[in-house]
């Protein structure tokens, strides 16, 4: 199974498809054939359910070209059975049973164990996967439900299955206008409090939830209904529980041997060793992997912050500079590179997005530009900015009215994601309802004003499940969300705007087709600090018609507010977060609103609107003015 040309591309870095080579593959004559990276051992024998774990009865052979690949053929092993890998070390008589690092399904933790497993499955998405490149493009429209698949929705406590979670999810998500899912990190992981962040099966989905065709059906089943699925990937570090990559041939093979580069102080994790070739085979073929076997249409990779800085978290005296004496990974940037070619060389239709928190140059740009090659980056800026602006009392938001305009500076220097995730609603930060001032009614009113804000700016956008409807406690992975809310007075409200907000963008053009180019915005209103008052136009690629956003951030209402516009005539008013069938007061401009012939903000026309209280208003050209 493995030729010449895999040990060549494997030992260079490069090989996307190991998941091919290594690990367990069921043989159609029966038994397994397994295939195990462990080049400082001394003995490697598979231990299973058919051999009563016995060492040495399905002993594997090294291959004899210096590749330290351990191969051999277990006849009796059948699939479903449970597998680990028995490891003597050449030193200090280290012996360990580790899972395999290749396998495609684990058994439920607390157990350990490997399962030997075929990925057979007829899938009914052709559509979707013939045309889903429109679906993911920089010019697409993208609304991102983030969704913890263990505490979305429960059913008498227990998790559901991921095939009762498709049909409820696609459900949703096309109820509230979502694009796509992005599902916290589904790969094994032993710890359940860890999200799944903290993975030891890189090519395989949890067990928690089912089986790998379990899986394969719930992404099925979304693109059957029009909606994509993005995976949240950790290339950034790995757990040491000692079943896993840790240790695993009695060295540091997947990680640093010196724990100022092995060792993450922040999570009490192993960081891969990104300079060892084979190591980064096996990192690219995981990410590539799901792209492949699972149809997946994105992968959005944790923590890069943390892989590209060699001083990340450590203090002085606890890193080690590269070559040059600098604070930057130099063999993280090329695996990152590496990673990114290959997935757009081999499906140029799916995205990759990074988590990266730090003013890094070029993350989203090619490769060829001196990028690394992302399709998009989350703005962490955005959101740290706007949240913080949201949190001040609005009398007091006139001194901070820059945090809201700030992000415009450089918001065409990467291709953003703008993202409201699980990590601002908890460890004491409250949510997203709670973070807001004021009585009930307020809280409200300012979340529905930020969303309209939010789903105008440009950039895509990334909602955590619960914000949709108000929750207001923090999230939590144990239990499910608090869905009686949904129907209540106020979040029944915010819920049904965040559909509506959703379907008039994905109707709306000018809010997403131009994200990542200067054209595609215009300031009208930036510097109006004593009223809290924001407008802008946003603009389609091709002379359609542009959209007017008009965010006012006070309680208090303003009439007559005078707007410049490039079109005269009337203009409709699509979206007003201050509508009563939102919870709001109902204050408005009656559906639309006529020009004047006065110039202002450099247009020869302008609109006198009503600013409701704490609202966003979005408003476009009338087709029959």
Known sequence: MIGSDDLYFFQEGTHARLYDKLGCHVQQGGGAHFAVWAPNARAVSVIGEWNDWTSGADALQPRGD?????????????????????????????????????????????????RVWSLDYRWHDQDWMANRGPHNAHDA??????????????????????????????????????????????????????WGYQTTGYFAPTCRYGTPQDFMYFVDHLHQRGIGVLLDWVP????????????????????????????????????????????????????????????????????????????????DGEWIPNRHGGRENLEAIEFLRVLNREAYR?????????????????????????????????????????????????IHRRYHHGKMSFSMVYAFNENFVLPLSHDEVVYGKGSL???????????????????????????????????????????????????????????????????????????????WEVDFEPSGFEWLVVDDADHSVFAFLRKPRRGGPPALVVSNFTPVPRHGYRIGVPRAGRWREVLNSDAREYGGSGMGNMGEA????????GHMHALHLTLPPLSTLILQPSTHA
């Open 141 to 194: 429209p993208m609304s991102i439900y983030e969704v913890h698949l263990g505490s979305w929705r429960r059913q008498d406590g227990s998790f559901l299955g991921y095939r009762d979670l498709a049909h409820q999810l696609a459900d949703y998500a096309l109820e509230m206008g979502f694009t796509h899912v992005e599902l916290m990190p589904v790969t094994e992981h032993p710890f359940y409090g860890s």
């Open 433 to 511: 309802l709670n973070k807001m001032p004021g009585d009930p009614w307020q809280q409200f009113a300012n979340l529905r004003a930020l969303f309209g804000w939010m789903w105008s700016h440009p950039g895509k956008k990334l909602l955590f499940m619960g914000g949709e409807f108000g929750q207001r406690r923090e999230w939590t992975h144990e239990g499910q969300l608090d869905w009686f809310l949904a129907n209540t007075e106020g979040h029944g409200g915010l819920k049904y705007f965040v559909s509506q907000l959703n379907h008039l963008y994905r109707q709306c053009p000018a809010l």
């Open 346 to 394: 081999a499906f140029p239709d799916t995205v990759t997005i990074a988590e990266e928190s730090t003013a890094w140059p070029n993350v989203s740009r090619p490769i060829e530009m001196g990028g690394l090659g992302f399709g998009m980056k989350w703005n962490m800026g955005w959101m740290h900015d706007d949240l913080s602006y949201m949190q001040e009392e609005p």
């Open 66 to 114: 210096g590749s330290g690949i351990w191969e051999g053929v277990a006849p009796h092993a059948q699939r479903g059975q449970t597998y680990k890998y028995r490891i003597w070390s050449q030193y200090g008589g280290y012996v360990v049973d580790k899972a395999d690092p290749f396998a495609f399904h684990a058994e439920a933790p607390p157990a350990t164990g490997s």
């Open 236 to 315: 950034s570090h790995f757990p040491t529980d000692e079943h896993g990559l840790a240790y695993f041939d009695g060295t540091h093979l997947y990680e640093h041997s010196d724990p100022r580069q092995g060792f993450h102080p922040e999570w009490s994790s192993c960081i891969f060793n990104y300079g060892r070739n084979e190591v980064r085979s096996f990192l690219v073929s995981s990410g590539l992997f799901w792209l492949d076997r699972y149809h997946i249409d994105g992968l959005r990779v944790d923590a890069v912050a943390s892989m590209l800085y060699l001083d990340y978290a450590r203090r």
């Open 594 to 601: 006529a020009t004047s012939p006065v110039r202002a903000h």
